[in-house]
């Protein structure tokens, strides 16, 4: 089966905050905002040892940043990046994906995170037609597992040393949704589509 629907290029979470798929000219900014959070970031994230270039950042832009299959965007706040979000592993055939993200340590505490991670949800959903989305978070990162604690996703097991980071295997907790939970879930705060 031929599926016809393709991730946003851009969306708009709210004024002065968009995601957007990042292109080659992006990739100073980016890496700046990774360096300048290197060790804050990788304490949660295995990838921090393949960035160590504007070069190996915008090689990583060229080869991975969107496809059909799923996509990285920027978290753009009035402009400037301040972390991404992937829309990650979309298995057109089950219908499902997956997300993850990281912020800059100085944009945390504003709810940033959170919003834009619903902003995919709905769009996925909505636009998409998919119908299961998770979000996989290392059992020990209670900070993360706020954001889908706070976008009402369920806690459904444990994966056993889901994640080998630098030197460690470390346990993930799988949250997820489904499209119609997530239409209860968005009505009942209040975020339910006009
Ligand atoms: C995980 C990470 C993105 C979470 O950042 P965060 O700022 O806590 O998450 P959000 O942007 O959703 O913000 C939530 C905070 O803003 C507050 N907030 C303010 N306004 C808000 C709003 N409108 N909606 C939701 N939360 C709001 C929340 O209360 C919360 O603060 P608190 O923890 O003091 O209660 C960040 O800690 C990070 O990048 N860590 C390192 C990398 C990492 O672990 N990545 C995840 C791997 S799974």
Not at 64 to 86: D, F, P, Q, R, W
Not at 168 to 183: E, K, L, R
Request: proline share 3%; charged share 25%.
């Amino acid at each position: 089966m031929t599926n016809h629907y393709r991730p946003a290029q851009s969306l708009l979470v709210e004024d002065g905050l968009e995601l957007r798929v990042p292109e080659e000219g992006d990739s100073e900014e980016l890496f700046l905002k990774i360096d300048e959070n290197r060790q804050y970031l990788r304490e949660w994230l295995p990838w921090l040892d393949d960035v160590k270039s504007v070069e190996e950042e915008a090689a990583a832009i060229r080869q991975g940043a969107y496809s059909e299959n799923g996509c990285m965007y920027l978290i753009l706040l009035g402009g400037s990046i301040v972390g991404t979000v992937g829309l990650n592993s979309i298995d057109w055939a089950n219908r499902r994906f997956t997300i993850g993200y990281w912020l800059s340590e100085d944009s945390t505490g504003n709810g940033i995170v959170t919003k834009c991670c619903a902003r995919i949800i709905d769009h996925c959903f909505t636009d998409l037609d998919l119908h299961r989305a998770t979000i996989l978070v290392a059992v020990e990162n209670s900070i993360s597992r706020a954001v889908p604690e706070r976008l009402g996703m369920s806690l459904e097991g444990i994966e056993k040393d889901r994640e080998w980071l630098y030197d460690h295997f470390v346990d993930a907790a799988i949250y997820g949704v489904t499209a119609p939970n997530w239409n209860v879930i968005r009505n009942q705060s209040g975020h339910g589509h006009q």
